[in-house]
């Protein structure tokens, strides 16, 4: 099974190019933002609670979020899935430590951690950018978007050492056209099958 992590800070990308690796290698698509936000559109308890936090730019709480994993693996996988992609999802030690135990479970363990390497300029100008149109509250002001970075580096970014430690962290350059980017990750994803 080929099972991937996209890491890298909000506006890196990881969504945009998961959307396509996904089509590319047959992969199940686990975005923990976009389940958060179809839960918030059709308006469940569960999405009630996690806006407080995400149109603050904070993390939802961890156990919430671990809890969605199981069922959204079980609901959406089926017998082609040749493996999954994860995006946004671990985004804190703890998460990744129940991650690792859930794939140790399904006999099938997370085999490479793609780091997307983008400045805090560039990302801040594309989630502004993207704001101006999308009605994601979080885009809305440079305040909400700067927070979510700095939670990034604080929470987020520690994690590049737990994978580093487990030998599975590739960092790849995310500035570039979307298409470069596509390319690179490819690349990468072609060797693990070599
Ligand atoms: P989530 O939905 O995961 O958002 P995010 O990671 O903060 O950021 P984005 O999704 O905006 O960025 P992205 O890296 O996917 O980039 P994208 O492809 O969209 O999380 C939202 C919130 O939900 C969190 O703040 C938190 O509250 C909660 N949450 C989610 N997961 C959680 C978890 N595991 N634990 C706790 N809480 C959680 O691209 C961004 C823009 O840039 C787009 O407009 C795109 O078109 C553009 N773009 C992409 N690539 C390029 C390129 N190469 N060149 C130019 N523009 C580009
Ligand atoms: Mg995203």
């Known amino acids: 099974m080929m099972n991937i992590i996209l890491f890298g800070p909000p506006g890196s990308g990881k969504g945009t190019q998961?959307?396509?690796?996904?089509d590319r290698f047959n992969l199940?698509?686990?975005?923990?933002?976009?389940?958060?936000?179809n839960e918030i559109a059709n308006g469940t308890p569960l999405g009630m609670e996690a806006k407080t936090f995400m149109d603050r730019g904070h993390l939802v709480p961890d156990e919430l979020t671990i809890r969605l994993l199981d069922g959204?693996?079980?609901?959406?996988?089926?017998?082609?899935?040749?493996g999954i992609?994860?995006?946004?999802?671990?985004?804190?030690?703890?998460?990744?430590?129940?991650?690792?135990?859930?794939m140790e479970k399904r006999n099938s363990p997370v085999m490479v951690v793609l780091s997307l390497m983008v400045d805090e300029e560039e990302v801040v100008k594309r989630l502004i950018s993207r704001g101006l149109t999308s009605n994601r509250i979080?885009?809305?002001?440079?305040?909400i978007v700067r927070?979510?970075?700095k939670v990034y580096y604080t929470q987020t970014a520690p994690l590049?050492?737990?994978?580093?430690?487990?030998k599975k962290l590739i960092?790849?350059?995310?500035?570039?056209?979307?298409?470069?980017?596509?390319e690179h990750l490819c690349v990468e994803i072609f060797k693990l099958s070599e």
Do not use: C, W
């Not at 998961?18 to 996904?22: E, F």
């Not at 199940?28 to 936000?37: A, C, E, K, M, N």
């Not at 992609?85 to 859930?102: C, K, S």
């Not at 979080?138 to 305040?143: F, G, L, S, V």
């Open 18 to 22: 998961a959307q396509m690796l996904k």
């Open 28 to 37: 199940l698509h686990v975005s923990t933002g976009d389940i958060f936000r």
């Open 72 to 82: 959204f693996v079980e609901a959406n996988s089926t017998p082609a899935t040749e």
């Open 85 to 102: 992609i994860f995006d946004g999802f671990p985004r804190t030690v703890p998460q990744a430590i129940a991650l690792d135990e859930f």
């Open 138 to 143: 979080d885009d809305a002001n440079e305040e």
């Open 147 to 149: 927070n979510r970075l």
């Open 160 to 166: 590049a050492e737990f994978y580093r430690n487990q």
């Open 171 to 182: 960092s790849l350059n995310g500035k570039g056209t979307i298409e470069e980017v596509f």
